[in-house]
């Protein structure tokens, strides 16, 4: 590259592009984990318009270890009310509290995605990691054990020599583009609108409302950056897309955000529109998530419409499975080949699921085929009496909860998730996801997820269980006098088992323990 350089700075084990939550996310994990992390983000701004507004419990959960769930909660409203309108009726619905017993965030959470990546990236700050803003991936040369970065910004051109690259730089990733990796699918016929208004008329205030109506769905958050309500709505695409695939657009008018709030028969007008974008949609996924030293996480490796809250949400969940793994084979890359392939073989595979989903959910939600589009103006008003039993089912909302959350996701097919030998009975296995419950540690009773939310593995033994060697530092050992699970249980840091045993099966985990690279 014949360009003027800068001198080269000093390797680091994990180069991060993109600073959105997916990129913050994994930067702390990685760097919790023991890494040393760099940060890279090309806009200079920090402020961006917020698309995600929503945050699962299952995410909440991957973050406690973290340290900076406490922070998000101060931001956010952790026992929001909805009100479905359908035709006149309207249909309260209270989102704190779900029947979900097994973890220590039973609600929705609303939260702007601008108030995600400042705590995070104070979160990084206090750990001495500074996103560098401006700066952009002009280039990448891999060889084995060092990935030669080619970093641009005002000052030109630096080499950055790491151990890994992270792409967090969402759908056009120039990460991915370097790497060659395919990006299958397709463009939706809709698109969203987004804007921040005040409202005159007759609404319930600190709720989120969603009406439907034969052109698409609309949602109001009372969580407007700009003004007091956030409007989020669908429609028809009009015209050839000017601007990045789910990136905020060119502005629209006031009169179409009234027309857009007319069809859903809320009964409200536009008194001031502080600002306002159109969203063009797509639904794609990488071919693969890894190409030798490089990863793909959160929108450069699966994007899709926001039905159902799954992108911020999935993109958090990729970076913390992503970021212990890259910190403990960061000392030799090479020697933890199952390790890190791992990382696509395990969240790929959830993102082909989400990409399902959404696009269900936004065909439904955004369809004008007549179908959907009479389901929503027509069906759903006649319905509307029967509405409030199946809406304030707690079940029903749980399990619905549970499914968009990611909580039901499993890894036992992965090369991290083994069993000693014998294995236990209980009714947990290698792979899933480590419920929270009581349980009585050194005499007192705590809770599982108190008990493992530090990085590290987390070894949870009960019964007279005796380990062959003494763990590492990276390993926490918890005897459990009383609780669920195997009698030897090995939690991995993003909260998954990875492996279990029966009482005699102990000799086995320091294989699994040097597997992952905490041995």
């Not at 792409?167 to 698109?191: F, N, P």
């Not at 009234?258 to 859903?264: A, E, G, I, P, V």
């Not at 369809?367 to 759903?380: E, Q, V």
């Not at 099966?505 to 320091?510: I, V």
């Amino acid at each position: 590259m014949a360009v003027d350089r800068r001198g080269l700075t000093e390797p680091v084990d994990v180069l991060v592009v993109g600073a959105g939550p997916t990129g913050l996310a994994a930067a702390l994990q990685a760097h919790g984990h023991g890494a040393t992390v760099r940060v890279v983000e090309r806009r200079t701004e920090v402020f961006r318009p917020s698309r995600a507004m929503i945050m699962h419990p299952r995410t909440l959960e991957c973050l406690r270890p973290l340290g900076v769930t406490d922070a998000l909660l101060d931001r956010a409203d952790i026992s929001p009310r909805a009100e479905v309108h359908l035709g006149r009726r309207r249909v309260s619905v209270q989102l704190s509290e779900l029947a979900l017993p097994d973890t220590a965030f039973p609600h929705l959470t609303l939260v702007r995605q601008m108030d995600v990546e400042t705590v995070l990236a104070q979160a990084l700050t206090h750990r001495g990691v500074t996103v560098e803003r401006g700066v952009e991936l002009a280039d990448i040369a891999t060889a084995e054990g060092v990935v030669g970065a080619a970093l641009r910004s005002s000052s030109g051109i630096e080499e950055a020599p790491c151990r890994f690259v992270v792409g967090c730089d969402g759908a056009t990733s120039t990460v991915r583009s370097l790497a060659g990796i395919g990006w299958r699918g397709a463009s939706y016929r809709q698109e969203v609108v987004l804007a921040d208004v005040e409202l005159g008329g007759e609404l319930t205030p600190n709720a989120l409302h969603v009406a439907a109506g034969r052109t698409g769905l609309l949602f109001l958050f009372a969580l407007g950056e700009g003004a007091t309500w956030r409007v989020l709505a669908t429609r028809p695409a009009g015209g050839p897309v000017e601007n990045d695939f789910g990136q905020p657009g060119e502005g629209v008018p006031a009169a179409e955000i009234q027309q857009l709030l007319d069809q859903s028969g809320l009964g409200v007008a536009v008194q001031e529109l502080r600002w306002s974008a159109k969203v063009p949609l797509q639904h794609r996924l990488a071919a693969t998530y890894r190409y030798r030293q490089l990863f793909l996480a959160g929108d450069a490796a699966h994007t899709h419409s926001p039905a159902g809250a799954q992108g911020m949400n999935t993109g958090i969940q990729d970076a913390i499975n992503l970021g212990w793994k890259l910190a403990y084979a960061a000392g030799d890359g090479s020697a933890y080949g199952d390790l890190l392939d791992s990382y696509d073989q395990e969240r790929r595979p959830v993102a082909r699921r989400v990409l399902a989903m959404t696009h269900a959910i936004f065909f439904a939600e955004a369809s004008t085929h007549p179908l959907p589009a009479l389901l929503r103006g027509t069906l759903a008003p006649l319905l509307a009496p029967a509405a409030p039993l199946l809406l304030r089912h707690e079940q029903f909302l749980a399990e619905t909860i549970r499914t968009l959350s990611q909580l039901r996701v499993n890894h036992r097919s992965s090369v991290l998730s083994q069993d000693g030998t014998p294995s236990s009975g209980q009714n947990l296995r290698s792979g899933d996801r480590l419920p929270d419950a009581t349980v009585i540690c050194d005499g007192g009773a705590v809770r599982l997820h108190e008990l493992t939310a530090a990085p590290g593995i987390h070894l949870l033994l009960s019964g007279d269980v005796d380990l062959v060697d003494s763990p590492g530092p990276r390993v926490h050992v918890h005897r459990l006098t009383g609780g669920p699970g195997p009698e030897v249980l090995a939690v991995r840091p993003d909260g998954y088992i990875g492996y279990r045993s029966g009482p005699k099966g102990a000799a086995k985990l320091n294989a699994w323990l040097r597997l992952v690279g905490a041995g």
